[in-house]
């Protein structure tokens, strides 16, 4: 594992470039297996998730490059309805290939998907979605075996159990491969999802939403794409807004999604940071004193539980107590024990609940990065602290942000990474 040594505090300044977003790219990649052409992806982020997404595409038997950020895949002639690919083990949206296989072999086996370890994380709605769809499943504690027979005698409406972001779009790769029109309410409609819904109707799919959270689909085996774009990462764009925000700086974010994070911009803007978004590109310039706030987790458009972590370097610099609710996962508010050892005011109310108390000027130490999104902030949190920090399991930043060292080096931060074998 390596590390990263950072040298604050930092003067960050300038300008960040936002990649593509990864949850939208690595569930394109499945996309693939659905389509009777080959597939181009541009703006395809190279982080070590998408690596993984893709040895698994390689080792199913697809054709696969990946260069200057676009992915070409031709699943065509993929034979093999097995997934036994290690890389499979190493994150969650492996999940995603059960839909586009079962479509297209009628059976699939799959091991139970890797990933961040913030909480339980069953694959309960995606097993239970097909089980009411009338997919036969077999589950023992290692893998998973799916298998139908007939898509006439396929149900044809099914209710998710949560508002998932993966059970949704496997659903939904699922049924716009097979030749049949069911309905799915109770889905999860973050961005990402809506990207993947334009893709498949652009290859011929049928998706519409006549009510809130629900989707009727009008598949066909016969789908084929050719091109797709993914849309910058919402993620990544909020968290180096954050960062701008959290230091007092001057800045901006270019291809920001302005239109999926008013919420956070607005969040932000009440505590008092001067943000201007025109276009695609989010100015902000440095703020007297920040106010406390309030969030809470929620499927979109409620607040994103990937940004919660890093909205701690607000509540670090605003004057006041802030609450910070994590209702998505149960362990996502781990990293607070790691800023407590920087020196940050924080009372652990319970797993979901936290108040920190600023302002507060940050100590350097040494972190565990402990998750992706736990990482970044960590690492930001390192930037603006006193000393020399070492942030410690690198790669599990490197599964989400592109090129961290060089963008964070371009905005004035003293980050360097050290190999350890
Ligand atoms: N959940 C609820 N209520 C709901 C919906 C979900 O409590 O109505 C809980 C679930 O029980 C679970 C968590 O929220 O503990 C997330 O569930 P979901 O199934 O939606 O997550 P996922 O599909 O496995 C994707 C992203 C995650 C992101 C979540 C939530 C990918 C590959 N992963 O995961 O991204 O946090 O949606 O938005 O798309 C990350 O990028 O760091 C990451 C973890």
């Not at 690595?26 to 998408?50: G, M, Y």
């Amino acid at each position: 594992m390596d590390r990263f040594i950072i040298d604050g505090p930092c003067q960050i300044k300038g300008s960040f470039e936002v990649s593509g977003a990864k949850n939208e790219a690595l569930k394109l990649i499945p996309l693939a297996f659905c389509l009777k052409s080959p597939l181009k992806i541009f703006n395809v982020p190279d982080i070590a998730d998408i690596r993984s997404q893709l040895k698994i595409a390689g080792d199913l038997g697809a054709m696969v490059e990946f260069a200057a950020n676009t992915v070409s895949i031709d699943a065509t002639g993929v034979e093999r309805w097995q997934i036994t690919s290690h890389a499979a083990k190493k994150l969650r949206a492996s999940i995603v290939y059960l839909g586009p296989l079962l479509a297209r072999f009628g059976q699939v086996r799959c091991p139970h998907p890797g990933g961040c370890v913030i909480g339980a994380r069953s694959i309960d709605t995606h097993t239970q979605a097909f089980r009411d769809l009338g997919i036969k499943i077999e589950e023992t504690c290692d893998e998973i075996y799916l298998s139908f027979e007939d898509v006439s005698k396929l149900a044809a409406e099914i209710r998710l159990r949560e508002q998932s972001v993966s059970a949704t779009e496997n659903v939904l790769l699922f049924l716009s491969a097979i030749g049949k029109k069911t309905k799915v309410t109770n889905c999860a409609i973050e961005p990402e999802i809506m990207g993947l819904v334009e893709a498949l109707n652009r290859a011929g799919a049928k998706i519409t939403s006549s009510e809130e959270r629900s989707f009727e689909v009008i598949g066909s085996s016969d789908l084929k794409l050719e091109e797709v774009k993914v849309m910058a990462d919402r993620i990544e764009a909020g968290t180096y807004l954050i960062a701008l925000v959290a230091s007092g700086a001057q800045g901006e974010v270019r291809n920001f999604p302005a239109e999926t994070l008013t919420g956070l911009v607005d969040i932000l803007k009440d505590s008092g940071a001067n943000i201007q978004v025109s276009g695609d590109v989010a100015k902000v310039t440095s703020s007297a004193e920040l106010m406390p706030f309030s969030i809470e987790t929620a499927p979109y458009p409620g607040f994103a539980t990937d940004l919660q972590s890093p909205m701690a370097l607000i509540a670090m610099r605003a004057k006041g107590t802030s609450t910070i609710i994590e209702n998505m996962f149960e362990n996502r508010l781990e990293y607070l024990k790691q800023m407590q050892k920087m020196g940050l005011e924080v009372n652990l109310i319970s797993p979901k609940k936290a108040e920190i108390t600023g302002p507060c000027q940050l100590k350097a130490t040494k972190v565990h990065s402990l998750d992706l999104r736990s990482g970044i902030t960590l690492l930001l949190a390192a930037a603006l602290a006193d000393g020399t920090s070492t942030l410690l399991e690198a790669q599990n930043i490197d599964r989400g942000y592109e090129k961290i060292e060089e963008k964070l080096q371009s905005v004035g931060i003293k980050i360097k990474r050290v190999k350890d074998d």
